[in-house]
């Protein structure tokens, strides 16, 4: 058991309440939180938060991890040519241990700055899975197929091998987007969905040409043809979703579903800006994730929140459009339950122990007048002193405790990026 | 004299180029750039690099330092009444001991994410420039004079005191915008201008309604206006212009002005976005500044020079509108530039020696493809191990050495915050 103490807690139970106490984890959930009782047990650890903030850490509900070869590769160059001469070419030379390194770098990335977990969607799940597991960080895989119906047999056998694979790691069911399948492939996904009662989600409405061609394709809107494909009957949701429009968020909400929105990579792609604030004012469940590192740049769920409730002021010209409050729990509650990640979403009693510790006593985040809000408004991954994961501690104070050593991993990317990039 | 070794070196003295080679310098300025004589001298202190970036520091060219103590204080609250209701009331009942103290917790927050200097305009001009100098930190300081033409006696009885105050605390004439100071005190303020042979500087159509409503009271714009009264024969440049159009651009690069944007405080209160693409284009001088900390709320202009790219992306729909080589320039050099401090601007023999080191070896910033590009979309604060200004190391791997106490400034903040807001 470890007993974190003297400190303030963010639990995200009910609101954004920050309580004083107590939390204490046992193996790898939350034993108590709030007051201790006079008898204390033994602890393997006792730490003294000395005032500081203990809260959910952050689940990252969109990424391609094994992207991070690719980052600051090709910057200031237009989408389609970046997509088609920067990013395939590349990743089709990738090898799955390629994949396994590259996810490791991400990994390191994401445990300073407060993520426990990935929704990830890339190239070779079962070495995504291996890297997440060595690590101790917990892995949501997504299915990124596209083509055509034969693939869905690929689908199949994932999803039976990954659903239940580890503690850590399990596997939804998806695709990548509209443009990149096949109606038939689509209706099987549908058939498989239903038959397993399982969710699905994909790439949706990123930009406004996929959503326009898809219209001028099936006669609507990437959301609405899936609705009709049966593709959400058991949930799921969709990333990005720039350019959903009425009709489409009310099937987001119809079907319970969730938009995970990436907004720094729909702000350097000039994808545009999700309509978030309609999506929160409508019902819609909102996730946040930073997309892959070729296109974000950074695995930063901090730039996340603070870009998702901004921009909206941009779009709506209202500095009042989306609170702060709303993105710092679709950075941590939101992406955990987008993810199916259930018990992993706040600090509550026999919950998953995923949480980070959040050092106050910097000066962008005093005087204190709002900690909720500052940590958006004005809070950074330096502010992090320590990631939690199933129990386990991770990073603490600059230093990984995941099994990685850093310049190892570097040194092992940047020889693999060198041979996959010249 | 101090000698970095074992690096790279961004010097922007030509373009964005990173060379390897050494460092030195002497006292407060830059003794050698590049390759070492094979006799070294002696020296204070060597620090190795190993491999790291050595750079121009940031420089801060649009700030009110002493509004800390109102960050986090009224979030997600329409601009009018966060302005009147929430500002206002509050920054007139501040002494100038309090303003000292909140300079100081913005100092703080400065060396640690790499900035040397503060472009300042705030209340209390002689306890900033007090503040300044105890920590070592340079700061220009701008007059944000308002109201009517009595005011003008103030205003040349500071630029009197301060023009020439210390090596480290210059000042500037300016005031605060058109729509808060009567057309007589624009007169005087030029006439100054002119005997003095010095530039101006004001907050210039940050949001629509000032630039409308200036249109409307004069007939022009606020760039015109200002032209027209000969208030830029020398020079200067303006703070945020969201709403400059190509007329009021064209001012600028007639005048050989800077623009200084904010595009952090522009977003966070639905001012909009500053055409920046168009300024670069038609050879505008551009710099970057954080504004305050209570409409930013950070100070930090990593910050600053990722929003200043991916918001023109956002702005033209281009994904490849304004490179990030432009807004790392207008971060360092420009907002040197912009705030007069001409020898503080690149890595040069002879010029200041106001630097930073960026460790590289942070998952963020790897592979290494694109070092400069890396900084703009995937670095931060908690790259920064090193931040000397003037010759001196004041912030070096998490410690500040400018003679302050994090932890007694937090409190001192706090209190005086408490008492200012109940």
Redesign the interface.
């Known amino acids: 058991m470890i007993r974190f103490y003297n400190g303030r807690i963010l639990t995200l139970a009910n609101d954004c309440t920050v309580q004083r106490g107590a939390l204490w984890t046992d193996g790898d959930r939350i034993a108590l939180v709030g007051e201790e009782p006079e008898q204390l047990p033994a602890f393997e650890r006792e730490i003294d938060l000395q005032g500081n903030l203990l809260m959910p850490s952050f689940k990252n509900a969109h990424t391609h991890s094994g992207m991070?070869?690719l980052?600051?590769?090709a910057?200031?160059?237009?989408?389609q040519e970046?997509l088609f001469e920067k990013v395939f070419p590349y990743e089709a030379k990738l090898s799955e241990e390629d994949v396994y390194v590259f996810t490791q770098?991400?990994i390191?990335?994401y445990l300073?700055?407060g993520t426990t977990a990935a929704f990830d969607m890339y190239l070779t799940p079962g070495t995504t899975a291996q890297a997440s597991i060595e690590c101790g960080m917990r892995t949501v895989l997504c299915s990124g197929v596209s083509g055509d119906a034969e693939d869905i047999d690929r689908l199949y056998q994932q999803y039976q091998q990954f659903r239940n694979y580890h503690p850590l790691v399990t596997y939804r069911l998806g695709f990548h987007a509209e443009y990149t399948s096949s109606p038939a492939l689509r209706r099987e996904i549908a058939k498989l969905a239903q038959a397993e009662h399982a969710p699905v989600y994909m790439h949706i409405s990123e930009t406004q040409k996929e959503h326009q061609e898809c219209i001028e394709r099936n006669g609507c809107s990437p959301a609405v043809h899936f609705e009709e494909l049966g593709l959400w009957e058991h949930g799921g949701g969709g990333f990005h979703g720039v350019w959903l429009d009425e009709a489409d968020r009310a099937v987001f909400r119809r079907n319970g579903l969730w938009l995970v929105s990436c907004p720094?990579s729909n702000?350097?792609?000039?994808s545009?800006?999700a309509p978030l604030t309609d999506c929160e004012r409508e019902g819609v469940h909102l996730a946040l994730g930073t997309d892959g590192?070729a296109s974000?740049?950074?695995?930063?769920m901090f730039r996340e929140m603070y870009l998702g409730t901004?921009?909206q002021?941009?779009r709506?010209?209202?500095?009042?459009?989306l609170?702060?409050t709303s993105m710092l729990k679709a950075a941590t509650a939101g992406a955990a339950r987008a993810m199916g990640l259930w018990d992993c979403d706040t600090l509550e009693v026999g919950k998953q122990a995923d949480l980070i510790v959040i050092d106050l006593?910097?000066?962008?985040l005093?005087?204190?007048?709002?900690i909720v809000?500052?940590l958006v408004?004005?809070g950074?991954?330096?502010d992090i002193t320590l990631t939690m994961c199933a129990g386990k501690i991770l990073y603490e104070n600059g230093e990984y405790f995941c099994g990685l050593y850093?310049?190892a991993?570097?040194a092992e990317?940047?020889k693999r990026?060198k041979r996959l990039?010249q």
């Open positions: 991070t070869f980052r600051a590769f910057e200031d160059v237009p989408l970046w770098l991400a390191l990335e300073s700055s720094a702000a350097k792609l000039a545009g800006i590192p974000n740049n950074a695995l930063d901004v921009l002021r941009i709506c010209n209202d500095a009042a459009a609170p702060a006593t910097h000066p962008n005093q005087p204190e007048h709002d809000r500052g408004f004005s950074g991954k330096q850093p310049q991993v570097y990317a940047q990026t990039t």
